[in-house]
Structures are given as structure tokens and as C-alpha cells.
């Protein structure tokens, strides 16, 4: 299948909806947001089905209430529509907004691409997603929060690309916005005679917290941290970390857990835990553990990995609630903490496999409080070596999105998207999850691997559940 074109019909800035044009605004960065100031953008794709969309219907109707809502929606989200930049007189980033500043904002139609496959769960090419998600800018002086893209798909429904920049936008930060988007997008249509200001208020729980006095940091690691990338890349430029080309022999697939895949993989794994002689009473087998634990044991034989390999792998939590004193729930910015683990590949290929990993992973869970979620200068050190290459080689495996983001619960007013990618995981080797999209409370595993290692996966992952 040939890989999937675009057209580009109109590419524009959108700008926040406000009576006050003047109004410039700041906001600082944390440690926590500091982490990954040049990480490359996380990438998220929504695919939305309506038969029969002709470009006129979805440039006259769709396409309008889109932008109006997004402007609507910019006036809470005032800083995704500016910049993060590093002025020299700067101690460290910000994200800086100015009027008229605004989100970069493509509408686009696809050429040749089909639809229905793109948004399967069968096996596709990488590179077919590529065209429908925007490059945000990104230069030496300044970078895009987000950029945003809608493609059409002739009489198949359109896409929403969103890339967003990891250092002031978390999993959680990223999917409010999209859904405080689809909420006001869904009231222009309920509520067609309001007013914009009647419009464009939004619901407790999806007003952004920008309060960065909520984060504690004694030590100054926002600074530190700041400091230590500078003498990573020995300049000041906010360029991202160059990552892996997409080639043409990459394949993408999702991978369902049903409840009851999950319920038989967590009995399983306790009667193993049992049968070793330990207790299973502490263990913390979330479906966000058992899915990680299943899907990296079967990474590691997929990837041919040899006995005495060194892979590392862990968990990464919203810690919101885990904080001293826990941030609002609608903290708006990064709040990840994480703790990982390195061990020999043979443990992960053993008979009990994925038993061994997710007592591994409960273990991370439970280290996830106090100073390893308070910021490290020693962790982050190491994460930059590991990215020189230095010290230790090793499998990273890792993770991108989580089952409890509720995705799927983007409408804008056409339906619930009928999938949801997270595009990004084709250059940084991740797994990416979700919860399943027909809200059975199960969970979907995304995966991007050579075609050879894919077939392996694939077989290892259904047979896994299986037996």
C-alpha cells in the first residue's frame, strides 16, 4: 500500500478568544517540566468517523465550529498559545505569551489514504501516519506549545493531530485541554443561540490550575535542571533531542485486553507468586501493571534479546495526588514521577516472566512517594547519561499514555473518536495505552516494531492470554 499523502488547504494561527487583546502572560516552569524541555513532542491522533463527509459539509459546518471552539477554548489555555523561550538575562524557560500570539492550525484532506485501516487495530505501516500529524515549530530561540491538524478523509470522517510539547504538558495536562476543547466544541452546537461568553465558560474539573507556587522546590531544581541541559547540549537552543528516523519496515499495531484476559493474567501471576513461596497480599496488579507486564516480556523475545541483556524498565505516575501537600486535580503543567528498575533479560524470558515483571513493577509503585517523586539532581544526571550513551547498555523499555485518560471520551459533537493513536511511539520505541475504546473497562497496548519482530509479538502477546 502506498504510504498516505495530504493536501494542505489552509494553514493558520488560532488565536485565544478575549475582549482584553493586550494582555501578555508568563508562566514559569517547574522541575518537573524542566525534565523534559528537550524531549521531542508527544504526539496524539484522533480519528472521528462520519460517512459521506463531503469537504463542503466539512468546511462549512465542522471545520468553523472547530476553530471557534479552540479559540474559545485558548482563552482558559492562554499559555498553549504561546511560546517557550530562554532569554539570555534567564536563569531558565518559560512559556511566554504575547497578543496575538496563537496554535498553529492546519486543515488538511488525504489524498489515497483509507480511513477504516488507519483506524483498525491491524497491522499498518508507521509511516502512514506521518502526514497526519503537524511539526510544531520548534527554532535555537523559541518553540511551539502545540500545533494542531485536521485532515479529512472523503466520505470516510477527518483526524485530529495534536503534538505537544512534553515541558508544559503532562499525559494528563494534554488530554483535559483536548477534552475542554470537545466540550466547548459540543455546547456551540447544543446551545447555538448563547452568547461566546455564556459559551466559553468551562466545568470545574476541566478549568486549568496555574499555580506554581503548589510546587515545592527548596533545592532549586527548576535551575538545576536548566543548568544541566545546558551543559548537555552546550547551548542555549530549545531544539529537541534528534530521535529515529521512521523507516518503511516499521509496523503498527494495537493490541486488546479484554476484563477478562486481565482478570485470568492477575490469578495467574498470584498463584505463581504463591507457588514461589511469597505473598501476593502487597502486590499492586493495576490493569496498568498486568498490560505493562505482559506486553515487555513479550517486547524482550520479540526483540531477540540475548540472556545476559540488561533491560530497564519501571513506571511512570501522575503523583498529583501524591505530593506533600497533593496538588488541585486540575493542576495544569507536568506532575510525573517515576522509578525504574534494571534487570537481566533472562529473568523476563523465564517461565514466570510476566509474573517477575509485575512484582517488579508493584515494587517501583510502591518506592513512588517522598524524595523519589520530589525531584533528584543525581536521577536526572543519569537520565542525560543514558542519553550520551554513557555507563550501562541496555533495553529502556517504556511507556507512553495511560488506560486512565479517558480518551475515548473526546466528543466534539460527532461521536466518540473511533481510535485513538499515539503517533510519537514510532521514534521513541514506546508502548503506548489507552483504555479500550468500546468502554468494556478493558485496555488497548499500541506497539510500533520491525514487521519480523511484530509477527513474533503478536503471536507471543494472544497465545500469552490464552494459556
Not at 484532506?109 to 499498518?124: Q, V
Not at 537481566?344 to 509485575?358: C, P, T
Request: hydrophobic share 40%; aromatic share 10%.
Amino acid at each position: 500500500m502506498a504510504a498516505a499523502s495530504v493536501k494542505i488547504h489552509e494553514a493558520i494561527k488560532v488565536t485565544p478568544f478575549s475582549s482584553d487583546s493586550t494582555t501578555s502572560f508568563t508562566l514559569p516552569l517547574t522541575y518537573f517540566d524542566n525534565f523534559w524541555l528537550k524531549f521531542p513532542p508527544v504526539e496524539r491522533l484522533f480519528f472521528y468517523q462520519i460517512c459521506d463527509l463531503t469537504w463542503d459539509s466539512f468546511s462549512s459546518v465542522i471545520l468553523p465550529k472547530l476553530k471557534h471552539s479552540l479559540s474559545l477554548t485558548l482563552h482558559h489555555y492562554l499559555p498553549l498559545a504561546g511560546h517557550i523561550m530562554w532569554p539570555l538575562e534567564a536563569p531558565k524557560p518559560a512559556v511566554y505569551f504575547f497578543p496575538n500570539d496563537g496554535v498553529s492550525f492546519t486543515v488538511a484532506e488525504s489524498n489515497n489514504a483509507d480511513f477504516n485501516h488507519l483506524s483498525s487495530n491491524g497491522i499498518r505501516r508507521a509511516v502512514e501516519f506521518r502526514p497526519l500529524v503537524p511539526e510544531p515549530s520548534i527554532s535555537d530561540d523559541k518553540a511551539e506549545v502545540i500545533a494542531i491538524q485536521i485532515t479529512l478523509f472523503p466520505n470516510q470522517g477527518f483526524s485530529i493531530g495534536i503534538s505537544s510539547h512534553h515541558a508544559v504538558l503532562d499525559g494528563k495536562s494534554s488530554t483535559m485541554f483536548v477534552k475542554s476543547w470537545a466540550y466547548l466544541c459540543k455546547q456551540l452546537q447544543l446551545q447555538e443561540d448563547k452568547n461566546d461568553v455564556v459559551l466559553s465558560s468551562l466545568p470545574l474539573q476541566l478549568t486549568p490550575c496555574f499555580d506554581r507556587s503548589v510546587i515545592t522546590d527548596p533545592k532549586g531544581l527548576d535551575v538545576v535542571y536548566a543548568n544541566h541541559w545546558l551543559e548537555f547540549a552546550n547551548t542555549r537552543s530549545l531544539k529537541v533531542i534528534p530521535m529515529k528516523q521512521v523507516n518503511s519496515d516499521l509496523v503498527r499495531m494495537t493490541f486488546e485486553m479484554r476484563p477478562e484476559d486481565i482478570t485470568k493474567l492477575r490469578d495467574k501471576i498470584k498463584e505463581n507468586i504463591l507457588q514461589a513461596g511469597k505473598s501476593a497480599e502487597q502486590l499492586h496488579l493495576s490493569t496498568h501493571v498486568l498490560a505493562c507486564a505482559h506486553s515487555f516480556v513479550c517486547l524482550v523475545k520479540a526483540y531477540g534479546e540475548e540472556t545476559d541483556t540488561n533491560v530497564m524498565f519501571g513506571v511512570a505516575a501522575d503523583c498529583r495526588s501524591r505530593l506533600d501537600p497533593p496538588l488541585p486535580v486540575n493542576y495544569f503543567g507536568n506532575c510525573v514521577g517515576g522509578q525504574g528498575t534494571v534487570q537481566k533479560a533472562s529473568y523476563l524470558m523465564g517461565e514466570n516472566g510476566v509474573a517477575f515483571v509485575a512484582e517488579k513493577l508493584s515494587d517501583c509503585i510502591k518506592k513512588l512517594k517522598g524524595d523519589v517523586i520530589e525531584g533528584s539532581e543525581d536521577k536526572f544526571v543519569n537520565v542525560l547519561g543514558m542519553m550520551k550513551g554513557e555507563g550501562l547498555q541496555q533495553r529502556i523499555l517504556s511507556v507512553a499514555g495511560s488506560n486512565r485518560f479517558d480518551v475515548y471520551g473526546s466528543d466534539f459533537g460527532w461521536g466518540k473518536p473511533k481510535k485513538v493513536e499515539i503517533v510519537s511511539i514510532d521514534k521513541t520505541g514506546a508502548i503506548s495505552l489507552a483504555e479500550s475504546g468500546d468502554g468494556s473497562g478493558g485496555i488497548e497496548v499500541g506497539v510500533v516494531l520491525e514487521k519480523h519482530q511484530m509477527e513474533i509479538f503478536a503471536s507471543l502477546f494472544t497465545d500469552g492470554l490464552q494459556s
